[in-house]
């Protein structure tokens, strides 16, 4: 299988090893495979029996034609093992009536970048075997807190790679600096930044288009890479977890061969979502996908009326990882529906304006498949507290927004079919604000708020964050944003 930028109209080819080394097409476009594999219903039957980690590589190895089999099962294994994701790294819980969660935080930072970051940074290290890269892939990562961590746990010690992190000195929380801070691994690098998130963002950016610092990695042996969502190699193995959750039901007696069900999925980059979508088009009897979203609600607005239109106040939410106006990953569905051509023509109006509109027919067809909800703070709080009395299910804020739309979906529709609500981080990831909702108290500070939720409601603090403030600081390093280059090349 070969795979093309979504912006390209002349058709130029790239193998899968390709575009998980280059992350991003040269024209900006995202790569997308150049053919859907399918899944058929002997297929579903057939992956009901295996482990996850077999679901996983029979998943990639319809995308990833140039890995072999015993490969991405060997990468499966390591990625998914149980010391990782104690418990199971994709587990199914029944919430209510044809209701479902699919809990993706089990892994290491508790949050639902693991389940392709782990794995991602093996099929990197492969790729550069397969495509004769001798040198070492540097990854830069600017983060407002989640991702930087999870990228440090899934590259850390990845054969032929090096990853350094830059987080905002005053913009993350306790917790998320003290995750960060105490990574282990001989191939990271954690600094903060004196500034802003976006300061942050920006010095990573100039430095990976900088000619000169791309020539003095070149001298040294190194290159850039980057662990962004856009990446194939991280949307791809998200697919998997839908297909492992149709087939838990199927196991469990809850649908029939065959029979649809919904999927609600707290959305941000769009990449967790466009993973279901993927899957329904492989086959998977996928009906609606709800696309749920926080008060920054551009999507809801785009899947209603067509218009995209970024030219919006920005809303700082308790679930930060959905605070986000451009969904890089929409683009991908854009494509699917409306070709390169469009592709190119929407992008290039998104650039210019900050907005676009799509054709009547392309609205009708996206919303053939999604619809768009969302819940501002007092919804989302509600939804936490809601469930817990109600459900005795604990729910971090992103996923509360999820179950809050759902919630909506069902009222407005009367569709009653199975909704599987993909729940995308630990509650105890985001503890205050889970406490805050539950009590309407302030807990005593961002760290002791997780032995008080634990009081509160009796649910374990998981491994990855139990005990993190008597973690040993191995990074205390701290520069101007405009040392950052100077940093990266200190540490090579
Ligand atoms: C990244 C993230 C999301 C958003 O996922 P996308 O794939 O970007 O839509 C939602 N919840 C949490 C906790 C996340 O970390």
Same mark, same amino acid.
């Given at each position: 299988?070969?795979?093309?930028?979504?912006?390209?109209?002349?058709?130029?080819?790239?193998?899968?090893?390709?575009?998980?080394?280059?992350?991003?097409?040269?024209?900006?476009?995202?790569?997308?495979?150049?053919?859907? =594999? /399918?899944?058929?219903?002997?297929?579903?039957?057939?992956?009901?029996?295996?482990?996850?980690?077999?679901?996983?590589?029979?998943?990639?190895?319809?995308?990833?034609?140039?890995?072999?089999?015993?490969?991405?099962?060997?990468?499966?294994?390591?990625?998914?093992?149980?010391?990782?994701?104690?418990?199971?790294?994709?587990?199914?819980?029944?919430?209510?009536?044809?209701?479902?969660?699919?809990?993706?935080?089990?892994? =290491?930072?508790?949050?639902?970048?693991?389940?392709?970051?782990?794995?991602?940074?093996?099929?990197?290290?492969?790729?550069? !075997?397969?495509?004769?890269?001798?040198?070492?892939?540097?990854?830069?990562?600017?983060?407002?807190?989640?991702?930087?961590?999870?990228?440090?746990?899934?590259?850390?010690?990845?054969?032929?790679?090096?990853?350094? !992190?830059?987080?905002?000195?005053?913009? /993350?929380?306790?917790?998320?600096?003290?995750?960060?801070?105490?990574?282990?691994?001989?191939?990271?690098?954690?600094?903060?930044?004196?500034?802003?998130?976006?300061?942050?963002?920006?010095?990573?950016?100039?430095?990976?288009?900088?000619?000169?610092?791309?020539?003095?990695?070149?001298?040294?042996?190194?290159?850039?890479?980057?662990?962004?969502?856009?990446?194939?190699?991280?949307?791809?193995?998200?697919?998997?977890?839908?297909?492992?959750?149709?087939?838990?039901?199927?196991?469990?007696?809850?649908?029939?061969?065959?029979?649809?069900?919904?999927?609600?999925?707290?959305?941000? @980059?769009?990449?967790?979502?466009?993973?279901? *979508?993927?899957?329904?088009?492989?086959?998977?009897?996928?009906?609606?996908?709800?696309?749920?979203?926080?008060?920054?609600?551009?999507?809801?607005?785009?899947?209603?009326?067509?218009? *995209?239109?970024? @030219?919006?106040?920005?809303?700082?939410?308790?679930?930060?990882?959905?605070?986000?106006?451009?969904?890089?990953?929409?683009?991908?569905?854009?494509?699917?529906?409306?070709?390169?051509?469009?592709?190119?023509?929407?992008?290039?109006?998104?650039?210019?304006?900050?907005?676009?509109?799509?054709?009547? +027919?392309?609205?009708?067809?996206?919303?053939?498949?999604?619809?768009?909800?969302?819940?501002?703070?007092?919804?989302?709080?509600?939804?936490?507290?809601?469930?817990?009395?109600? @459900?005795?299910?604990?729910?971090?804020?992103?996923?509360?927004?999820?179950?809050?739309?759902?919630?909506?979906?069902?009222?407005?529709?009367? +569709?009653?079919?199975?909704?599987?609500?993909?729940?995308?981080?630990?509650?105890?990831?985001?503890?205050?604000?889970?406490?805050?909702?539950?009590?309407?108290? @302030?807990?005593?500070?961002?760290?002791?708020?997780?032995?008080?939720?634990?009081?509160?409601?009796?649910?374990?603090?998981? *491994?990855?964050?139990?005990?993190?403030?008597?973690?040993?600081?191995?990074?205390?390093?701290?520069?101007?944003?405009?040392?950052?280059?100077?940093?990266?090349?200190?540490?090579?």
């Amino acid at each position: 299988m070969m795979y093309k930028s979504t912006r390209d109209i002349t058709n130029q080819k790239f193998s899968s090893a390709e575009v998980i080394k280059k992350g991003l097409a040269d024209d900006g476009g995202l790569f997308v495979p150049d053919e859907i =594999p /399918v899944l058929n219903s002997e297929d579903i039957k057939n992956l009901c029996r295996m482990t996850y980690s077999e679901k996983a590589a029979f998943v990639l190895s319809k995308f990833l034609t140039d890995y072999t089999y015993d490969e991405l099962f060997s990468d499966c294994t390591e990625a998914y093992r149980a010391e990782s994701f104690p418990g199971g790294p994709a587990p199914m819980v029944k919430l209510g009536e044809s209701q479902y969660i699919l809990e993706l935080w089990h892994g =290491p930072t508790a949050a639902f970048k693991d389940m392709a970051l782990q794995i991602m940074p093996r099929l990197l290290s492969r790729a550069l !075997v397969k495509t004769g890269e001798t040198r070492t892939a540097l990854i830069l990562v600017a983060t407002s807190g989640d991702t930087g961590k999870a990228a440090l746990e899934g590259y850390c010690d990845v054969a032929g790679t090096r990853i350094t !992190v830059f987080y905002p000195q005053d913009g /993350v929380s306790r917790v998320q600096k003290l995750q960060m801070s105490s990574q282990n691994g001989a191939n990271v690098n954690v600094c903060a930044v004196r500034g802003n998130f976006d300061d942050c963002q920006n010095g990573v950016k100039h430095l990976f288009s900088d000619p000169d610092m791309a020539a003095e990695l070149d001298r040294r042996g190194y290159f850039f890479s980057s662990a962004n969502s856009i990446n194939w190699g991280r949307l791809a193995p998200q697919i998997v977890y839908y297909v492992s959750a149709y087939c838990d039901l199927i196991t469990s007696g809850a649908v029939r061969d065959g029979e649809e069900i919904n999927i609600c999925v707290p959305t941000g @980059n769009f990449g967790n979502i466009l993973a279901a *979508y993927i899957a329904k088009l492989m086959g998977l009897p996928l009906g609606k996908l709800i696309c749920a979203s926080n008060s920054n609600n551009v999507l809801t607005d785009f899947i209603r009326t067509g218009t *995209y239109d970024r @030219n919006r106040r920005f809303h700082v939410t308790m679930s930060p990882s959905m605070d986000i106006l451009i969904s890089s990953n929409l683009e991908r569905l854009i494509y699917f529906i409306a070709g390169a051509g469009k592709t190119k023509e929407y992008m290039a109006e998104l650039k210019k304006s900050g907005k676009y509109t799509v054709s009547d +027919d392309i609205k009708k067809k996206i919303t053939e498949t999604f619809v768009g909800y969302f819940a501002d703070e007092a919804a989302t709080s509600s939804a936490i507290r809601g469930t817990h009395e109600k @459900n005795h299910y604990l729910s971090d804020t992103h996923t509360a927004v999820a179950l809050s739309c759902a919630d909506i979906y069902r009222k407005d529709t009367g +569709d009653n079919r199975i909704i599987i609500t993909a729940s995308t981080a630990s509650p105890y990831k985001f503890a205050g604000d889970v406490y805050r909702s539950l009590t309407n108290r @302030n807990p005593a500070g961002d760290l002791e708020a997780l032995d008080e939720l634990s009081a509160l409601t009796g649910i374990a603090v998981p *491994y990855p964050l139990a005990g993190i403030g008597n973690r040993k600081v191995r990074f205390n390093d701290s520069v101007e944003v405009s040392e950052m280059k100077d940093y990266v090349t200190e540490k090579l």
